[in-house]
T-cell receptor
Framework: ETGVTQTPRHLVMGMTNKKSLKCEQHLGHNAMYWYKQSAKKPLELMFVYSLEERVENNSVPSRFSPECPNSSHLFLHLHTLQPEDSALYLC?????????????FGPGTRLTVT | AQSVAQPEDQVNVAEGNPLTVKCTYSVSGNPYLFWYVQYPNRGLQFLLKYITGDNLVKGSYGFEAEFNKSQTSFHLKKPSALVSDSALYFCAVRGAGYGNNRLAFGKGNQVVVIP
């Protein structure tokens, strides 16, 4: 185990639904990340939080809304998604956002939009 | 902007043979380089990194990687592959500089170790 947990592990939702993904890290890290992993494509960085402040939004559509209430928890709120949003969503954390620190990843949430 | 190229989609190797997974990168300034491994239905696991110092870095599970600045490469190696090494391997690069938040990943290499 990497010390980063994600729930749910699988999610199927319709295009009109609203759902949330949850991530929790037990490592005492100060930076947290959301990534999208699609088949045959590199991981896409979505958001970066440092000490609960959003420091990066990588041109993500507004139907994805992140929330970081404290340094241990990160949420991704989803609404009116499209089928092309189906992917594995990975959460990660690192000691802080210094680029020399490695990231620790959760197991991911497999999202299917119908 | 930084980027990573992993030229091979799949690497097949016989158990006990040396394993090499290739990675080249592009970044402004000094690179911070990482290798991660992903097993089925799991997130990525950190294997090793190069930040500075010795060009040969050793990591988890007997893996090592060599930083070559002139060739902008950071190939992952293991002297003797195990069946359990079969997984998806990702190379990643990030430019030095505290304001750089982006870790750029390659598309990944599927490694298949044949018993």
């Amino acid at each position: 185990e990497t010390g980063v947990t994600q729930t749910p592990r699988h999610l199927v939702m319709g295009m009109t639904n609203k759902k949330s993904l949850k991530c929790e890290q037990h490592l005492g890290h100060n930076a947290m990340y959301w990534y999208k992993q699609s088949a045959k494509k590199p991981l896409e960085l979505m958001f970066v939080y440092s000490l609960e402040e959003r420091v990066e939004n990588n041109s993500v559509p507004s139907r994805f809304s992140p929330e970081c209430p404290n340094s241990s928890h990160l949420f991704l709120h989803l609404h009116t998604l499209q089928p092309e949003d189906s992917a594995l969503y990975l959460c990660a954390s690192s000691r802080d956002r210094d680029p020399s620190y490695e990231q620790y990843f959760g197991p991911g949430t497999r999202l299917t939009v119908t | 902007a930084q980027s990573v190229a992993q030229p091979e989609d799949q690497v097949n190797v016989a158990e006990g043979n040396p394993l090499t997974v290739k990675c080249t990168y592009s970044v402004s300034g000094n690179p911070y380089l990482f290798w991660y491994v992903q097993y089925p239905n799991r997130g990525l696991q950190f294997l090793l990194k190069y930040i500075t110092g010795d060009n040969l870095v050793k990591g988890s599970y007997g893996f090592e990687a060599e930083f070559n600045k002139s060739q902008t490469s950071f190939h992952l190696k293991k002297p003797s592959a195990l069946v359990s090494d079969s997984a998806l391997y990702f190379c990643a690069v990030r430019g030095a500089g505290y304001g750089n938040n982006r870790l750029a990943f390659g598309k990944g290499n599927q490694v298949v170790v044949i018993p």
